[in-house]
């Protein structure tokens, strides 16, 4: 790959810092992004690419103004249009638009679309005041959207908005701020949706067909009659930090689809959350922790789960409302007062007689990389026919970040995370391919070995890797896996720390550690000779699980602890009578889950001292097209587990 040279001012080394990071998918706190700089500050010279990875809309061709004043909705779109698979930035600035941008290509394609604001704050999209298209509240219209309006398939892989705000502008009561569509990885992070005046349809709206698994992170919603509008049976969504203000009808509103909620604060007179149905039994499954509802008004509940839908909520605050939670099964209304330590919508599931709470695993956030100066950053060559060498150079380099452009990897033996190197990015659509030998066996294309870091991150790929593992942690230091495309993970460093946030991958090997995963999406099946999820004398947190086939979903053994927060098993094809979704042997799990079409027969299988019992399909609660389980319990004394 060629490379040219250019002098930039400290100013624009910043910028592109910035963007640099951003574009990393790792958003931080940046003390500098932003900082203004005296013109008398000595030029600084680097080497980027060529090839274009990163798409600036105030670029030429594009060159949009973003001064708050000219319609930029044409420059926007075709940078967009025209630009699939590599990241369009939005530096700051107000970008002025006057209808629906879409993520969509002119092939018609809407996958791998990564749009990238250079801050939360100081990048805001704002439809113009009173635009006629979007005036119908009955017929909404979107600012940003990811779908077309036409569903073939569940394959917009990939699909990311960060960093950036978007605003309805005044007298918009037909807008929606962002209609989102991602499966099994993709993301919103680090955005504010902000309704002047409260108006307007939706802040994000996910009811798009076939629409999830996907991770909402760090999102702030403003305003609109219904700041969270999620519908539809397929095929869920994880939330980690969720703000919801001055909604009008409800802070998130619910129907049918399967929602895993960790952090969430509102300060709404409405109801905070609806979780609704569409008729009996078509009622969705909410899992919610850690929880603030303020300002509610003293007539209504916090949460409203009066339709029989399925509720798993534990450490929830409220202030205002009349009840922190009203639930109904039937005929049974029941109404709860905050502080809520746990509640069940429906009776708690066990096999062995024992506690009827959850696990409670203690809960911990992925660390944030304190990103180095840019010196402290190495792009890989990959113009060769082979690079693992250059991957392996560019590690051994002595930086701290080691970066990928938008476009494939070959790897033909293992490389190992040593030295000074803290993180591992790709930029866009970069991807992964295990190549030779090492495709064909179970060596990982990365082994974490020594360092000096005491922790690495791998984010920003998807990956070819046949039946190499992507990663063998063979170091205590801790892990963090973000938006890959990626499976194969084993663990040989007891005592070690796993993170994984959206992730879409099978063979997950966890091994006497720690492991919290948020939004992860795991898919193997029979004819694979692979296995989900393994989970050996570990504590294993998930929030938000969706999977697919017809194989064990997770099992539990060697006095291993598994809590699930929500999970989603979509049953796309028959399931051989006599698999079990979990199983769990002298080990303890607390499960929060739904089926969707074929169920497992069983679906749960525990064994303590040689006795075996299960859990019949028939057992969970009924929904339309499959069952729920708003909480299972299985937890057993052993002496890994009280040695922890």
Not at 285 to 293: G, H, I, K, P
Request: glycine content about 10%.
């Amino acid at each position: 790959m060629d490379d040219f040279v250019i002098k930039v001012t400290r100013t624009q080394w910043l910028r592109w810092l910035c963007l640099t990071l951003l574009s990393g998918f790792l958003v931080a706190g940046f003390g500098q992004c932003g900082s203004s700089e005296s013109a008398a500050t000595p030029a600084i010279s680097f080497a980027v690419p060529t090839g274009a990875d990163i798409v600036n809309v105030q670029a030429a061709p594009y060159l949009a103004k973003g001064d708050g004043k000219t319609d930029d909705t044409a420059a926007i779109q075709s940078a967009i249009s025209e630009n699939r698979m590599k990241l369009i930035y939005f530096p700051n600035g107000t970008y002025l638009v006057s209808d629906t941008i879409r993520a969509q290509a002119a092939d018609g394609k809407q996958k791998r679309f990564f749009l990238q604001g250079e801050s939360q704050a100081e990048t805001v999209i704002r439809l113009q005041a009173q635009s006629p298209a979007f005036q119908n509240s009955a017929a909404p219209r979107p600012i940003i959207s990811f779908w077309a309006g036409e569903v073939n398939d569940a394959t917009a892989f990939r699909n990311q908005i960060r960093g950036l705000t978007i605003e309805a502008g005044a007298n918009n009561p037909g807008a929606i701020a962002l209609r989102f569509r991602a499966n099994n990885y993709g993301a919103v992070e680090n955005v504010t949706l902000r309704s002047p005046g409260r108006q307007g349809r939706y802040g994000l709206d996910l009811s798009a067909g076939l629409n999830g698994p996907l991770l909402v992170k760090n999102l702030t919603v403003e305003g609109f009659d219904i700041g969270v509008y999620f519908t539809g049976a397929l095929h869920s969504a994880t939330f980690e930090n969720l703000e919801l203000r001055q909604q009008q009808q409800y802070g998130l509103y619910n129907q049918r689809q399967v929602i895993s909620i960790h952090g969430l604060k509102s300060n709404n007179r409405v109801p905070a959350i609806k979780n609704a149905s569409d008729g009996y039994p078509a009622h969705g499954l909410l899992t919610l922790v850690e929880a603030d509802l303020q300002g509610g008004d003293g007539n209504t509940a916090a949460i409203d789960n009066t339709e029989g839908g399925g509720l798993y909520a534990r450490d929830v605050k409220t202030g205002g409302y009349e009840a922190a939670i009203a639930n109904q099964v039937e005929e049974h209304l029941t109404k709860v007062t905050a502080p809520v330590a746990e509640f069940v919508s429906h009776p708690v599931r066990s096999l062995f007689p024992g506690s009827e709470s959850a696990l409670q695993l203690p809960i911990e956030s992925a660390p944030e990389l304190s990103w180095p100066p840019i010196q402290a950053w190495i792009q890989v060559d990959g113009s060769g026919e082979d690079d693992t060498e250059a991957i392996q150079s560019a590690i051994d380099a002595g930086k701290a970040v080691v970066y990928f452009a938008a476009q494939e990897y070959t790897i033909s033996a293992p490389i190992e995370l040593r030295g000074d190197v803290q993180a591992l990015v790709g930029i866009g659509a970069a991807s992964l391919k295990a190549t030779g030998a090492l495709r064909e066996s179970e060596q990982p294309i990365f082994r974490l070995v020594e360092g000096n870091s005491a922790t690495v991150w791998i984010e920003g790929f998807e990956t070819d890797l046949g039946q190499a593992f992507l990663i063998e942690q063979a170091a205590a230091r801790s892990l963090v896996l973000r938006h890959l495309g990626a499976g194969g993970y084993r663990n040989l460093a007891e005592g070690s720390k796993l993170f994984i946030e959206d992730v879409a991958g099978w063979r997950w090997y966890f091994r006497h550690q720690q492991v919290w995963a948020r939004q992860l999406n795991t898919e193997a099946s029979s004819e694979s000779n692979a296995i989900n999820i393994d989970n050996e004398g570990a504590d294993v947190w998930i929030l938000g699980l969706k999977t697919e086939r017809d194989i064990p979903v997770i099992t539990t053994h060697q006095g291993g602890r598994t809590e699930l927060l929500g999970g989603f098993l979509y049953g796309n094809r028959d399931i051989p009578e006599g698999t079990a979704a979990f199983i769990s042997e002298d080990s303890s799990q607390s499960l929060v889950f739904a089926s969707y079409n074929h169920p497992f027969e069983p679906f749960i299988r525990e064994i303590r001292q040689g006795d075996r019992r299960e859990l019949a399909e028939t057992a969970p609660q009924p929904m339309k097209y499959g069952k729920m389980m708003p909480l299972f319990v299985g937890q057993t004394s052993t002496p890994q587990a009280e040695a922890r």
